[in-house]
């Protein structure tokens, strides 16, 4: 019902900023939850950051303070500014979304739609 591509990833090396987005098309009217996860070489995919049709976040621990979550609803695209970026930071990231009002937990089962990623690397 709805589809997801992101863009904005590539190399930057640590303390640098990229932002990543996540354009939405088709069933767009309905209120989403939208998110951004990320998985790492050899690791499950984790949670980023979510925002609700409310404008409520959340942020996974690891990136408080560093990362803002935002959306253009104009455009219907999703944003990742993701600033003082650290080596850890390096995997694919991934958008999602989730029908509804809720702002969810970060869980990868509560997000049916889903994007092909794209590749951030942090060089140390």
């Known amino acids: 019902q709805v589809q997801l591509v992101e863009s904005g990833g590539g190399s930057v090396q640590a303390g640098g900023s990229l932002r990543l987005s996540c354009a939405a098309s088709g069933d767009t009217s309905n209120p989403y939850c939208m998110a951004w996860f990320r998985r790492a070489p050899g690791k499950e995919r984790e949670g980023v950051a979510s925002?609700?049709?409310?404008?409520?976040?959340r942020y996974a621990d690891s990136v408080k303070g560093r990362f803002t979550i935002s959306r253009d609803n104009a455009k219907n695209t999703l944003y990742l500014q993701m600033n003082s970026l650290k080596p850890e930071d390096t995997a694919m990231y991934y958008c999602?979304?989730?029908?509804?009002?809720?702002?969810?937990?970060?869980?990868?089962?509560?997000?049916?739609?889903w994007g092909q990623g794209t590749q951030v690397t942090v060089s140390a």
């Open positions: 999602a979304a989730a029908r509804g009002w809720a702002l969810l937990q970060l869980r990868v089962s509560n997000f049916g739609y």
């Open positions: 925002f609700d049709s409310n404008g409520n976040t």
